[in-house]
């Protein structure tokens, strides 16, 4: 393997540019880093500059605490006034490959355009089962074009916050033992998955047998001496029946102890799950059922099974935390490349699922200082004909369309503002 080069970011710190082919979880967790396809590793692209600016904030941001080195502002194009929010399923990607536009509307933000600027840009994706390096690596390779870990805020980041409360958790979702492997990078110490839970019994799911590969991949366990403390659903389930039997056989236990019965029903471990998006677009037709539909569904068998309701948690878009977070690492980076600590003044959040990109960046808009202005793109799950239940401030055809939008929209805003200064210069003179 060649080894990463090494160049100097905007605030002084040494990043890594790893080859998209190339990066693994292991290089890209020794710091900064920004991932290149092959053709830009030689010479930096245009998208370079924002990928390594936020990339930089984001370390900072994650290390708080620790003060970093005072940084001079340097000479740039990219513009602090406004920046992007992009979702990902639906609006740049759909069915695992890019949407034609999505190249092109990237190429726009990182300054072929006829203003002159460049346009910070972040990632806001519901789409879990994958680390943040992983989602990085992947959507590099889809777009050609550089892109860094830091960017991307996924609907599971926040539950790295839980690895402090919990020990033994259960992770639900994914494939294979991907989610395991995620869980454990955040930090979880003792993560069980259904596959343990079969192997140990395989009773657990009457009609559900272990493929040799992953009777090889669970873990040895005796759960009559484990006890589960939570639930996370970090990506969408692979075998419904299986995992919710699981699952409600926790809920419904003394104390997440599997084999036990709660006479209460009230004793079992709180469960999370990633997101709340009940459809999402995929390369089908028609929109298919995801996680925010697992979460309905266990709900109503709780309510039948026990007759009481269940209490459940998601994270990711529109729970406010996601846009807390995109806000702090946007401010961060503004800090970092022209000294204003502010968030920048509109954020473009650009999405195609009105109950979660929509509704999220409009109530998050009420009440916040800055402005999350809501596109609404009609490459995905939304389709021409409906009407969306939240309604976006704009709606275009693509994501390329999103964002000529907004561009038009600040240019107009500036050029008003210039002309106003003008007139009252004007009429100052005219006092004197
Ligand atoms: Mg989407």
């Known amino acids: 393997m060649s080894a990463p080069s090494l160049v100097v970011p905007t605030a002084g710190r040494f990043l890594c540019r790893l080859n998209s082919s190339e990066a693994t979880k292991e290089n890209m967790a020794?710091?900064?880093?920004?991932?290149?396809?092959?053709?830009?590793?030689?010479?930096?692209?245009?998208a370079n500059e924002v990928a390594a600016s936020i990339e930089v904030a984001r370390h900072e941001l994650e290390t708080a605490g620790t003060p970093g080195t005072p940084v001079t502002p340097p000479e740039t194009l990219?513009?602090?006034?406004?920046?992007?929010?992009?979702?990902?399923?639906?609006?740049?990607?759909?069915?695992?490959?890019?949407?034609?536009e999505a190249v092109e509307a990237m190429k726009v933000l990182n300054?072929?355009?006829?203003?002159?600027?460049?346009?910070?840009?972040?990632?806001?994706?519901?789409?879990?089962?994958?680390?943040?390096q992983e989602r990085c690596v992947q959507l590099s390779k889809q777009l050609e074009m550089e892109v860094s870990p830091g960017q991307f805020i996924c609907g599971h980041t926040p539950m790295r916050e839980m690895a402090e409360r919990y020990s033994t958790v259960?992770?639900?979702?994914?494939?294979?033992?991907?989610?395991?492997?995620?869980?454990e990078g955040y930090g979880f110490k003792d993560v069980v998955t259904p596959g343990d839970i079969i192997k140990d019994n395989q009773d657990t799911t009457p009609f559900r047998k272990l493929t040799k590969e992953e009777y090889e991949n669970s873990r040895?366990?005796?759960?009559?001496?484990?006890?589960?403390?939570?639930?996370?659903?970090?990506?969408?389930?692979?075998?419904?029946?299986?995992?919710q039997q699981i699952i409600l056989d926790l809920l419904m236990s003394k104390n997440g102890r599997l084999g036990t019965r709660s006479e209460t029903f009230d004793e079992g471990?709180?469960?999370?799950?990633?997101?709340?998006?009940?459809?999402?677009s995929t390369s089908h037709d028609l929109t298919r059922i995801g996680m925010g539909a697992l979460r309905v569904s266990l709900e109503a068998m709780f309510k039948a099974v026990t007759g009481k309701n269940l209490e459940t948690t998601a994270f990711g878009k529109?729970?406010?935390?996601?846009?807390?977070?995109?806000?702090?690492?946007?401010?961060?980076?503004?800090?970092?490349?022209?000294?204003?600590?502010?968030?920048?003044?509109?954020?473009?959040?650009?999405?195609?699922?009105?109950?979660?990109?929509?509704?999220?960046?409009?109530?998050?808009?009420k009440c916040v200082d800055n402005n999350w202005y809501s596109i609404l793109v009609r490459t995905g799950v939304f389709?021409?004909?409906?009407?969306?239940?939240?309604?976006?401030?704009?709606?275009?055809?693509?994501?390329?369309?999103?964002?000529?939008?907004g561009m038009e929209r600040e240019y107009r805003k500036a050029l008003k503002a210039s002309l106003i200064d003008v007139d009252m210069v004007r009429g100052s003179a005219i006092e004197e």
């Open 318 to 365: 529109p729970q406010i935390g996601t846009f807390q977070f995109a806000t702090r690492l946007l401010q961060q980076w503004r800090k970092d490349t022209h000294g204003i600590d502010s968030p920048p003044d509109t954020v473009y959040f650009v999405g195609d699922t009105p109950e979660s990109d929509i509704r999220g960046a409009n109530e998050f808009d």
């Open 78 to 100: 990219v513009t602090d006034k406004y920046a992007y929010a992009f979702d990902i399923d639906g609006v740049l990607i759909r069915g695992g490959r890019p949407i034609p």
């Open 269 to 280: 471990p709180p469960v999370f799950f990633s997101h709340n998006d009940v459809v999402w």
């Open 30 to 46: 020794v710091g900064p880093t920004v991932v290149v396809p092959p053709k830009h590793l030689m010479a930096p692209s245009n």
């Open 170 to 183: 259960l992770v639900v979702g994914g494939e294979g033992e991907k989610c395991r492997h995620v869980a």
């Open 220 to 243: 040895v366990r005796n759960f009559s001496e484990v006890q589960i403390e939570a639930i996370f659903v970090f990506a969408d389930s692979r075998d419904w029946a299986s995992d």
């Open 383 to 405: 389709q021409e004909g409906t009407k969306p239940r939240f309604q976006p401030k704009a709606t275009v055809d693509n994501v390329l369309e999103a964002v000529k939008h």
């Open 111 to 132: 300054g072929q355009n006829q203003y002159g600027i460049k346009v910070p840009y972040i990632f806001v994706t519901n789409g879990g089962g994958k680390t943040e």
